[in-house]
């Protein structure tokens, strides 16, 4: 069974505090991907990873900045936590055959919801 | 103007309804279209999926799109409890990296 796993299911910080939140997958997909999820808004992508190493900005990535050194490994960075990245976290991947092209299907994981104070 | 626009709801309706949940895209260039669908508490799952305009059946679940008029739905025929989650629809190029999503529409379905 597939899978995508999020370390953090909740966090609380406080403004300021340097935040990590982790995902791993198994599936031995090339694309993974960093959306943030607010009523109303829908998810709205961060950050996403083509290949190791690899990074591109999404639509929101004020604040935030991404580690991938490992082909299953994506790390969302807050550097300074402020109150208005409170909010669930999701991280996704998908199986793509080269730089950005993706099968279309995202697998999640069950979310990371922070709370910043 | 919002990439997609759905309407966040939320639907309540008595089990055995037909529900129909829709969404409007602005840009033609999107050729893939799904629905996924998420409980509280868990990530999306993907639903249902298709490239084409007209309809695509799977079980009790049928999504339909419109190309000419840039409309999305997915109808849910004899609803369940085990319905009730929010529905999310989504859009995509082939070949290309990015989703865009729209807000969810969460559905009540009760017993």
């Known amino acids: 069974d597939v899978k995508v796993t999020q370390s953090s299911r909740y966090l609380v910080k406080r403004t300021g505090e340097k935040v990590f939140l982790e995902c791993v997958q198994d599936?031995?997909?090339?694309?993974m991907f960093w959306y943030r999820q607010d009523p109303g808004l829908g998810l709205r992508l961060i950050y996403f990873s083509y290949d190791v190493k690899m990074k591109e900005k999404g639509d929101i990535p004020e604040g935030y900045s991404v580690s991938r050194e490992k082909k299953e490994r994506f790390s969302l960075i807050l550097e300074s936590a402020s109150t208005n990245q409170t909010s669930m976290y999701l991280c996704?991947?998908?199986?793509?055959?080269?730089?950005?092209?993706?099968?279309?299907?995202?697998?999640f994981g069950e979310g990371s919801r922070l709370t910043v104070l | 103007q919002k990439e997609v626009e759905q309407d966040p709801g939320p639907l309540s309706v008595p089990e055995g309804a037909i529900v129909s949940l829709n969404c409007t895209y602005s840009n033609s260039a999107f050729q893939y279209f799904m629905w996924y669908r998420q409980y509280s508490r868990k990530g999306p799952e993907l639903l249902m999926y298709?490239?084409?305009?007209g309809n695509k059946e799977d079980g009790r679940f049928t999504a339909q799109v419109d190309k000419s008029s840039k409309y999305i739905s997915l109808f849910i025929r004899d609803s369940q409890p085990s319905d009730s989650a929010t529905y999310l629809c989504?859009?995509?190029?082939?070949?290309?990296?990015?989703?865009?999503f729209g807000a969810g529409t969460r559905l009540f379905v009760k017993a």
């Open positions: 599936m031995d997909h090339e694309n």
């Open positions: 989504a859009i995509a190029t082939l070949g290309g990296f990015k989703t865009i």
């Open positions: 298709t490239y084409s305009s």
């Open positions: 996704a991947s998908t199986a793509g055959t080269s730089k950005g092209t993706n099968t279309g299907e995202l697998f």
